[in-house]
């Protein structure tokens, strides 16, 4: 007889802890291992578990139409298209009828056990409703926290309210050394802090300059609306982009900050570097303004100059350049691109070879060849 699969809640205290992305990459794992998962979305009314997926077209039907019987597991479960074995179960979009009881989400997840190998239940952040349908039938939970002291008096004031659940684990997410001992503090003080068993540290990935095509004042905006909120950024932009009224004061909000374009704005350059070595990621438009097709304008080798002088990769990024009212916007985002360079700086001629390379790329990723 196949032993029951496992219900394992991920939780956390407040947002911004990586928590959702973290339920998406371990089911993801655990599905091209060949086991059969379920990850279930417990956020109602603020789901984006299907947006981690890349399900957010796919998903009709949600947990509480299967724990009320209004349709079958195996209709609302939407298998990923590229991932065998990997199953979402989407939260509702809003809150709808009777809400579902603990003993309907206690008999969904008995049903999910004879089906999967695994359940992840994404809890949202928080100690409300939806905390409570993760864990109250969880055979184990997995409480994700960053180091920073907010974030680990939160997962300490959650740990208190999994008294039903035996098995409780810690994730470290987005670890940064310099962060430790800024907050002169060590995994050790995370664990007594929180009063878990450490389960696993997951590091910070390392600060990017992203370079992208340009087609459009509102680029900035629809890639910043399309990544999650905790996402450490900053964009440089042209200063005309910053006058424009209503625009303008979206962009500073989103964390653009200007440069003058036509003449050598050495502020605006050392405030890209300082962001990269802060640990910033940086979004720029090497192209310097708004073009529609490669070659049109000339590409600027100082983001090739700022990236080798920050230490960081160049990573390729292409905006569709066909935008209509209301309808989605494909951003696509390429592999890093490590400079080529020589000595300790490089040469100009180099900064240059590097941006183009990098533009190259990135219209590549459209299906768009550069001359």
């Given at each position: 007889?196949?032993?029951p699969?496992?219900?394992?809640?991920?939780?956390?205290?407040?947002?911004?802890?990586?928590?959702?992305?973290f339920?998406?990459?371990?089911?993801?794992?655990l599905?091209?291992?060949?086991?059969?998962?379920?990850?279930?979305?417990?956020?109602?009314?603020?789901?984006?578990?299907?947006l981690a997926?890349?399900?957010?077209?796919?998903?009709?039907?949600?947990?509480?139409?299967?724990?009320?019987?209004?349709?079958?597991?195996?209709?609302?479960?939407?298998?990923?298209?590229?991932?065998?074995?990997?199953?979402?179960?989407?939260?509702?979009?809003r809150?709808?009828?009777?809400?579902?009881?603990?003993?309907?989400?206690?008999?969904?997840?008995?049903?999910?056990?004879?089906?999967?190998?695994?359940?992840?239940?994404?809890?949202?952040?928080?100690?409300?409703?939806?905390?409570?349908?993760?864990t109250?039938a969880?055979?184990?939970?997995v409480?994700?926290?960053?180091?920073?002291?907010?974030?680990?008096?939160d997962?300490q004031?959650t740990?208190?309210?999994?008294?039903r659940?035996?098995?409780?684990?810690?994730?470290?997410?987005?670890?940064?050394?310099?962060?430790?001992?800024?907050?002169?503090?060590?995994?050790?003080?995370?664990?007594?802090t929180?009063?878990?068993?450490l389960l696993?540290?997951?590091?910070?990935?390392?600060?990017?300059m992203?370079?992208?095509?340009?087609?459009?004042?509102?680029?900035?905006?629809?890639f910043?609306?399309?990544?999650?909120?905790?996402?450490?950024?900053?964009?440089?932009?042209?200063?005309?982009?910053?006058?424009?009224?209503?625009?303008?004061?979206?962009?500073?909000?989103?964390?653009?900050f200007?440069?003058?374009?036509?003449?050598?704005d050495i502020?605006?350059?050392?405030?890209?570097?300082?962001?990269?070595?802060?640990?910033?990621?940086?979004?720029?438009?090497?192209?310097?303004?708004?073009?529609k097709?490669?070659?049109?304008?000339?590409v600027?080798?100082?983001?090739?100059?700022?990236?080798?002088?920050?230490?960081?990769?160049?990573?390729?990024?292409f905006?569709?350049?066909?935008?209509?009212?209301?309808?989605?916007?494909?951003?696509?985002?390429g592999?890093?691109?490590?400079p080529?360079?020589t000595?300790?700086?490089?040469t100009?001629?180099?900064?240059?070879?590097?941006?183009?390379?990098?533009?190259?790329?990135a219209?590549?990723?459209?299906?768009?060849t550069?001359?």
């Amino acid at each position: 007889m196949t032993s029951p699969g496992q219900c394992i809640a991920v939780a956390s205290g407040k947002g911004g802890t990586g928590k959702t992305s973290f339920t998406a990459g371990v089911g993801a794992a655990l599905a091209l291992s060949g086991r059969r998962v379920l990850c279930l979305d417990c956020d109602i009314g603020l789901r984006n578990l299907d947006l981690a997926l890349g399900l957010s077209d796919r998903t009709l039907m949600d947990f509480s139409d299967v724990a009320q019987n209004r349709c079958s597991l195996e209709l609302a479960a939407v298998e990923h298209p590229k991932i065998p074995g990997l199953f979402l179960l989407t939260a509702p979009a809003r809150p709808h009828g009777r809400p579902v009881t603990e003993i309907q989400m206690a008999d969904l997840l008995r049903e999910v056990r004879r089906r999967f190998d695994f359940c992840l239940l994404d809890a949202p952040a928080g100690l409300g409703r939806g905390f409570q349908l993760a864990t109250c039938a969880a055979d184990r939970c997995v409480v994700v926290t960053t180091a920073d002291a907010s974030s680990l008096r939160d997962a300490q004031r959650t740990v208190e309210e999994l008294y039903r659940i035996r098995q409780v684990h810690l994730v470290m997410n987005r670890i940064q050394p310099k962060l430790l001992r800024q907050l002169r503090t060590t995994i050790d003080d995370a664990m007594d802090t929180a009063g878990l068993p450490l389960l696993g540290v997951v590091p910070e990935d390392p600060q990017v300059m992203l370079c992208a095509n340009h087609s459009s004042a509102w680029d900035p905006i629809l890639f910043v609306a399309a990544i999650w909120t905790g996402y450490p950024l900053r964009i440089m932009a042209k200063k005309q982009l910053l006058r424009i009224p209503i625009l303008g004061s979206i962009l500073k909000a989103i964390g653009v900050f200007a440069v003058d374009r036509g003449n050598s704005d050495i502020l605006a350059v050392k405030t890209a570097i300082q962001s990269l070595k802060q640990g910033w990621n940086l979004l720029i438009f090497p192209e310097g303004t708004r073009v529609k097709n490669p070659g049109q304008a000339e590409v600027k080798g100082g983001a090739a100059m700022m990236a080798i002088r920050s230490g960081v990769d160049m990573v390729p990024m292409f905006i569709d350049t066909k935008k209509r009212l209301f309808r989605r916007v494909r951003i696509i985002i390429g592999r890093p691109y490590s400079p080529v360079y020589t000595g300790r700086k490089g040469t100009a001629e180099e900064y240059q070879a590097n941006a183009d390379e990098i533009m190259r790329r990135a219209y590549a990723l459209g299906g768009i060849t550069c001359r």
